[in-house]
């Protein structure tokens, strides 16, 4: 009985014992080891009841006071009564969060930040981890990240021992009476949507209205849009700053309003909110901002369980033949599902760069793929119906019947059933077989059993997806003729499938070491961290390197010949930078041919750098290419 447990609970606490099945199950278990036994516990506000966790108080209250939401009702009520510059339809993500078990703050300490913070939560490490480095630096590796080991090492002393600071609320009421002009609001929906929307493809551009979105979503928007250009009001103001102001703004908002029911139709423009105002905290803003990007994706996860966004929109048989009816109900339930693939790619993404565990099982989205590109994009009724017929759909396949037929030994026979799909379902598809990888590789670190038949079937998999990841010819209208590759606007789909090969050849020491970061900044330290990059001798051997090189080569192309990154996602530029270290690691080894894709000469350390600082340097307007080019200054070149 004991070898069975051993085999299929291979992770164990050294303090308690427990064993349990995933790495990621070890990693949340360990936060229990690390709270003080003096630290407050949080009390009932009713009776003389404590408790050691939000969410069990939360269960308490609703059982033994349930008078407690007729006590919020009258609260809401009065909130509604006065003048309020919060729209009537605008949801309170915050107050959700509360209500979850996946609740990250105290709701009293929230309101007021002068209470005891509320226990953490034990879904993940990463919450502390973010209130204990507010302010990352990218040459502080040793403050910004942190080995599972020595949690586990240090039980419960670790909070004695390290003085969190009190929660970040700078910001929530900084622009208390402020809001965009008119000409901020057109030009910044402009700049979202030529530069933006297309890597979080939910908000329908033709049907869009300003004047009816909610004024959180309103804002979340504008801090992406402001990133990719200048305030039209003034602009002589210095880099981001408008989008800086949108984004804090935008949070106050959050903070004040009260949903109007749980409904996922009237809570989808909140959970929008938390997922564009994360990207913006992570990816752009960087730095102390951070934080709050984790503690929105938790509120976030937390608000689109509860809502329902799980699940699709229950459609009614309908007997209008009212063609712009159908067509608006097509929109909103097609906006509904890329929600929440949406908050799928995000919540992979922590995992992937942060280290940080999952909160989504691929098995609980209960939605179909996402309908083809060009019925999304159509903008009337009449074109939708035209492409509707044009190109007749088969029988809807859920995401979790794809992957599973992705996976399968004789997936090549059953892809011929699936209906053409939008290939950003195809990103959560590859993104689903990265982290099952990393799964995978940290599975065979923690247990030193290696599971090379796993790997070969997630690479069969990836090469089965491979049509659906560039659908188009290497040469095709979608492409650069001269090299294949595609423009920055549709560079995220491949850039992930190139991603997704090389992480099927190597191990990331970051994360098969139990390191939980709290920012990119962090992220970006640790890569050129020796300790925490690949081995050199892994990846010079021959094969090895020979396996990695072709998906190299697609990066180093790629930052070559793009000039303009200006609608390139984000994290497109971290893949890349991290191909590049790939490539300058190989030159370094003596490799032949290591760079010669891009005109660098085997074994010229020296040259390598000098290209890197020119193809990022295309991305200094960001923040997230200032800190590339700064772990470019401080690579080894001698």
Same mark, same amino acid.
């Given at each position: 009985m004991s070898v069975s447990k051993d085999l299929y609970q291979p992770f164990q606490c050294l303090i308690c014992q427990s064993r349990f099945t995933r790495h990621e199950n070890l990693k949340r278990h360990a936060l229990l080891h690390t709270r003080s036994q003096d630290e407050p516990l949080l009390p009932c506000n009713f009776c003389q009841a404590t408790f050691s966790r939000p969410d069990l108080r939360i269960r308490h209250m609703k059982r033994k006071h349930p008078e407690h939401e007729q006590r919020r009702a009258k609260k809401r009520a009065h909130r509604e009564a006065s003048a309020s510059v919060s729209p009537p339809d605008s949801n309170d993500g915050l107050l959700q969060a509360e209500e979850s078990h996946l609740a990250i703050d105290d709701w009293n300490s929230l309101r007021n930040p002068e209470t005891p913070r509320s226990a953490?939560?034990?879904?993940?490490?990463?919450? $502390?981890?973010?209130?204990? $480095?507010?302010?990352?630096?990218?040459?502080? @590796?040793?403050?910004?990240?942190?080995?599972?080991? %020595?949690l586990l090492d240090a039980g419960p002393s670790i909070l004695k021992q390290t003085h969190l600071p009190s929660p970040d609320f700078t910001g929530l009421n900084l622009y208390e009476d402020w809001f965009p002009s008119s000409l901020q609001i057109t030009t910044g929906c402009d700049l979202f949507f030529a530069h933006v929307s297309h890597f979080v493809p939910f908000l329908h551009q033709p049907t869009f209205d300003a004047n009816r979105t909610p004024h959180h979503l309103l804002l979340s928007m504008l801090s992406l849009a402001y990133q990719y250009g200048d305030? !039209?009001?003034? =602009? #002589?103001?210095?880099?981001?700053? /408008?989008?800086?102001?949108?984004?804090?703004?935008?949070r106050a908002l959050l903070a004040d309003d009260t949903p109007e029911s749980s409904s996922a139709s009237s809570n989808i423009p909140t959970v929008q909110s938390y997922l564009l105002l994360q990207i913006c905290a992570m990816m752009y803003l960087c730095g102390s901002d951070s934080a709050h990007a984790l503690k929105m994706h938790s509120a976030m996860i937390s608000l689109a369980r509860s809502a329902g966004l799980m699940q699709p929109i229950p459609m009614e048989p309908s007997s209008t033949q009212d063609l712009r009816t159908l067509?608006?109900?097509? @929109?909103?339930?097609?906006?509904? +599902?890329?929600?929440?693939?949406?908050?799928?790619?995000?919540?992979?993404?922590?995992?992937?760069?942060?280290?940080? =565990?999952?909160? @989504?099982?691929?098995?609980?989205? +209960?939605?179909? /793929? !996402?309908?083809?590109?060009?019925?999304?994009?159509?903008?009337? !009724?009449?074109?939708?119906?035209?492409r509707q017929l044009v190109k007749q759909q088969g029988p809807a396949v859920q995401y979790a019947e794809a992957v599973r037929r992705?996976? #399968?030994?004789?997936?090549?026979?059953? /892809? %011929?059933?699936? !209906?053409?799909?939008?290939?950003?379902?195809?990103?959560?598809?590859?993104q689903f077989l990265i982290s099952s990888a990393r799964e995978i590789s940290g599975w065979s670190t923690m247990t030193g059993m290696l599971s090379i038949d796993r790997f070969g079937a997630l690479r069969s998999s990836l090469l089965t997806l491979t049509p659906f990841i560039c659908p188009c010819p290497s040469t095709g209208p979608s492409t650069t003729p001269t090299t294949g590759i595609p423009p920055p606007k549709s560079a995220l789909c491949t850039a992930t499938y190139q991603t997704a090969m090389v992480e099927l050849q190597i191990w990331s020491p970051a994360h098969t070491s139990g390191i939980v970061e709290a920012s990119l900044d962090a992220v970006l330290s640790a890569s050129t961290h020796p300790y925490l990059s690949p081995s050199p001798e892994i990846l010079c051997e021959e094969t090895t390197s020979s396996a990695i090189q072709p998906h190299v080569d697609w990066f180093l192309r790629y930052l070559d010949t793009t000039l303009d990154p200006s609608g390139e996602a984000p994290w497109v530029a971290l893949y890349a930078y991290k191909a590049f270290l790939i490539a300058w690691t190989l030159v370094k080894g003596g490799v032949h041919g290591a760079m010669?894709?891009?005109?660098?000469?085997?074994?010229?350390?020296?040259?390598?750098?000098?290209?890197?600082?020119?193809?990022?340097?295309?991305?200094?307007?960001?923040? /997230?290419?200032?800190?590339?080019?700064?772990?470019?200054?401080?690579?080894?070149? %001698?």
């Open positions: 953490e939560r034990s879904q993940s490490i990463s919450d $502390m981890m973010q209130e204990a $480095m507010s302010e990352p630096r990218i040459d502080r @590796i040793g403050q910004d990240v942190m080995d599972l080991q %020595t305030d !039209p009001d003034n =602009p #002589s103001s210095s880099d981001a700053d /408008l989008s800086r102001r949108c984004f804090h703004r935008a067509w608006h109900t097509f @929109i909103r339930a097609e906006s509904h +599902k890329r929600t929440l693939f949406a908050i799928h790619q995000i919540d992979a993404l922590w995992y992937q760069f942060l280290s940080i =565990p999952r909160s @989504i099982s691929h098995l609980e989205i +209960k939605h179909d /793929l !996402p309908c083809p590109a060009e019925h999304w994009t159509a903008t009337s !009724p009449e074109e939708w119906a035209h992705f996976l #399968s030994q004789d997936s090549s026979s059953s /892809l %011929t059933s699936i !209906p053409a799909f939008d290939p950003y379902g195809a990103i959560n598809i590859t010669g894709v891009v005109g660098v000469g085997d074994g010229d350390i020296q040259a390598a750098v000098e290209w890197a600082r020119g193809v990022f340097g295309r991305r200094r307007r960001w923040v /997230l290419g200032r800190l590339i080019s700064a772990c470019l200054d401080g690579l080894d070149v %001698t």
